[in-house]
């Protein structure tokens, strides 16, 4: 069963991660430049009583968990620290993309490091840059995209999965923790019209890769050999990403997107923007934290 468990409506909800340290739900809403919160087993209502919420500086594109607590965001054009308990920002290196760019999706890999990209803001050129934050020194990964979404990781590491979205493409590659991106990408699924878009991604604990596909109306779990597995219809037009959590890992948590939708598309799904959770027939990896 799909439950809403926050009405929202985000413009653009992404990026949730759940904190195994504290049991906190976070997402965030993109284009609103929003950062939100709540504790998992405190879900009672759905009116918005019962979670916190943070003005951004800048639109924000994902978060990860950093080391000794907050969050670390691709957040406008660069890399930020954030203290949800403080409400304070403060900048690692704010200017490491284009000025015809923003900072998009980004997750940390098995080792602690945070791989992150932009996206471009007409979405019609390859030009959006991607890093990686490793041990407090940020490099650049050879790739460029229209918009970067994803990535995910293979459990053991040694593989990652990413998104060029308007490709419709599912690339991986081999991975290494300490050098990156170690193979040529290739195609792991390629998306048809009906599909929809592949955005935000996650792996579980078999080795399937999970996927939310904007336009698409449904989250898809695909074998590792790219095979689909399962693919769930969400209530929502465009979902944008997923990530597992609660005690067991069990929970799946997904996010949706309500802008640029027209007023017969907003009709069509009146729940665009809102968040859901579901049970998951297998358990997720817990998120590691990000290593200064």
Same mark, same amino acid.
């Given at each position: 069963?799909?439950?809403?468990?926050?009405?929202?409506?985000?413009?653009?909800?992404?990026?949730?991660?759940?904190?195994?340290?504290?049991?906190?739900?976070?997402?965030?809403?993109?284009?609103?430049?929003?950062?939100?919160? !709540?504790?998992?087993?405190?879900?009672?209502?759905?009116?918005?009583?019962?979670?916190?919420?943070?003005?951004?500086?800048?639109?924000?594109?994902? =978060?990860?968990?950093?080391?000794?607590?907050?969050?670390?965001?691709?957040?406008?054009?660069?890399?930020?620290?954030?203290?949800?308990?403080?409400?304070?920002?403060?900048?690692?290196?704010?200017?490491?993309?284009?000025? *015809?760019?923003?900072?998009?999706?980004?997750?940390?890999?098995?080792?602690?490091?945070?791989?992150?990209?932009?996206?471009?803001?007409?979405?019609?050129?390859?030009?959006?840059?991607?890093?990686?934050?490793?041990?407090?020194?940020?490099?650049?990964?050879?790739?460029?995209?229209?918009?970067?979404?994803?990535?995910?990781?293979?459990?053991?590491?040694?593989?990652?999965?990413?998104?060029?979205?308007?490709? !419709?493409?599912?690339?991986?590659?081999?991975?290494?923790?300490?050098? +990156?991106?170690?193979?040529?990408?290739?195609?792991?699924? !390629?998306?048809? +019209?009906?599909?929809?878009?592949?955005?935000?991604?996650?792996?579980?604990?078999?080795?399937?890769?999970? *996927?939310?596909?904007?336009?698409?109306?449904?989250?898809?779990?695909?074998?590792?050999?790219?095979? =689909?597995?399962?693919?769930?219809?969400?209530?929502? !037009?465009?979902?944008?990403?997923?990530?597992?959590?609660?005690?067991?890992?069990?929970?799946?948590?997904?996010?949706?997107?309500?802008?640029?939708?027209?007023?017969?598309?907003?009709?069509?799904?009146?729940?665009?923007?809102?968040?859901?959770?579901?049970?998951?027939?297998?358990?997720?990896?817990?998120?590691?934290?990000?290593?200064?």
């Amino acid at each position: 069963m799909i439950q809403k468990i926050w009405e929202g409506p985000a413009l653009l909800g992404e990026s949730p991660l759940w904190d195994h340290r504290t049991g906190f739900l976070y997402w965030v809403d993109i284009e609103n430049s929003k950062l939100y919160w !709540q504790k998992v087993d405190g879900w009672q209502k759905v009116d918005g009583s019962d979670y916190s919420s943070m003005d951004l500086p800048a639109p924000v594109g994902s =978060i990860a968990l950093w080391h000794d607590g907050g969050l670390i965001a691709a957040m406008g054009q660069g890399l930020f620290l954030i203290a949800p308990d403080l409400g304070t920002v403060t900048p690692i290196a704010p200017e490491l993309a284009d000025d *015809n760019c923003l900072m998009n999706d980004g997750k940390a890999d098995r080792a602690g490091n945070f791989i992150f990209g932009a996206k471009h803001l007409r979405e019609c050129a390859p030009v959006a840059g991607s890093w990686r934050y490793q041990s407090g020194q940020i490099s650049p990964m050879e790739q460029k995209f229209i918009v970067f979404n994803g990535p995910a990781f293979s459990p053991a590491g040694d593989r990652i999965y990413f998104a060029n979205s308007p490709t !419709q493409q599912i690339m991986t590659a081999s991975y290494s923790p300490t050098e +990156g991106i170690t193979s040529q990408p290739e195609v792991f699924v !390629q998306l048809t +019209g009906k599909d929809g878009y592949p955005d935000g991604m996650t792996v579980d604990s078999e080795g399937y890769l999970w *996927n939310a596909q904007w336009d698409g109306w449904a989250i898809t779990r695909y074998r590792p050999d790219g095979i =689909i597995d399962q693919k769930i219809d969400m209530p929502v !037009q465009r979902p944008t990403s997923l990530c597992f959590g609660g005690e067991d890992l069990k929970t799946l948590f997904v996010t949706s997107a309500s802008t640029r939708l027209s007023p017969k598309e907003l009709a069509e799904n009146p729940d665009a923007g809102a968040l859901f959770q579901l049970d998951a027939p297998v358990a997720g990896l817990p998120e590691k934290t990000i290593i200064q």
